[in-house]
């Protein structure tokens, strides 16, 4: 089976089976939402050690609102890499009560070929809708359920190690200071505070919030808007 989409109730083989086959065990769309909505704050960590990236687009052109994110394997940096394998999870603007997040969206008419015009942004619910899963080689499937286990156990790892400072500095993972400032961004390895220097400020019995507040960018001195691992 070279790839699958996963639906709520049903998945469709992208070759051989024809039409909805039932669900498969271990491959749920909570899962999938779960990993595409927790990897931002790790991305340069999961980048760095273990050549991943999720690239995330959009389209408000039609109905409904779209939000892709596309789990990217043997990945050089956020915005080049192979195509094989991926995992593409695809969230859709929804109105009723259950939703996974709330994001601001407006309808933007713009294509890769014109500039159009895009509305006023207004907050609004993404349900997921999919998981597509592309592989070359084997059965992806069963490579897909191994991921799913994979990719939660590291980032449930990683949920553990940026819980508190200490451990986060015990984790070995580095922080990553974001700087509101958007220029400032581009400067990301001036931003990087190892784990072994994170010790010794946990060893002050400072807690993650009150270290966080502490933090300034070192380029414009504004107070640090986020922290990532990095
Ligand atoms: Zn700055």
């Not at 609004?124 to 999919?130: A, G, L």
């Not at 002050?204 to 270290?211: A, E, M, R, V």
Request: aromatic letters at 10%.
């Amino acid at each position: 089976m070279r790839g699958l989409t996963v639906y709520k109730d049903h998945v469709i083989h992208h070759n051989g089976l024809k039409g909805n086959q039932p669900p498969i065990e271990g491959l749920s769309l909570t899962t999938f939402a779960s990993i595409a909505l927790r990897w931002n704050k790790s991305k340069d960590y999961l980048l760095r050690t273990h050549a991943m990236t999720l690239r995330k687009t959009t389209d408000y052109d039609g109905f409904p609102f779209e939000d892709f994110y596309e789990i990217r394997y043997g990945a050089k940096d956020h915005y080049h890499a192979s195509d094989d394998p991926s995992i593409r999870v695809t969230f859709h603007d929804t109105r009723e009560a259950e939703f996974d997040y709330v994001a601001m969206a407006s309808r933007d008419t713009t294509t890769a070929y014109k500039r159009g015009r895009s509305g006023t942004p207004q907050e609004t619910r993404f349900k997921i809708h999919s998981a597509s899963i592309g592989r070359q080689e084997g059965d992806a499937d069963v490579w897909a359920k191994g991921e799913a286990v994979r990719l939660t156990a590291i980032l449930d790892g990683l949920d553990q190690a940026m819980h508190t400072l200490r451990s986060w500095a015990e984790s070995g993972v580095n922080m990553r200071v974001l700087c509101p400032t958007w220029a400032c961004r581009w400067d990301a390895k001036q931003a990087i505070i190892s784990s072994d220097r994170l010790l010794a400020y946990a060893d002050k019995g400072l807690s993650l919030d009150d270290f966080k507040l502490k933090l300034r960018c070192r380029v414009c001195g504004a107070a640090c808007s986020d922290i990532r691992a990095a």
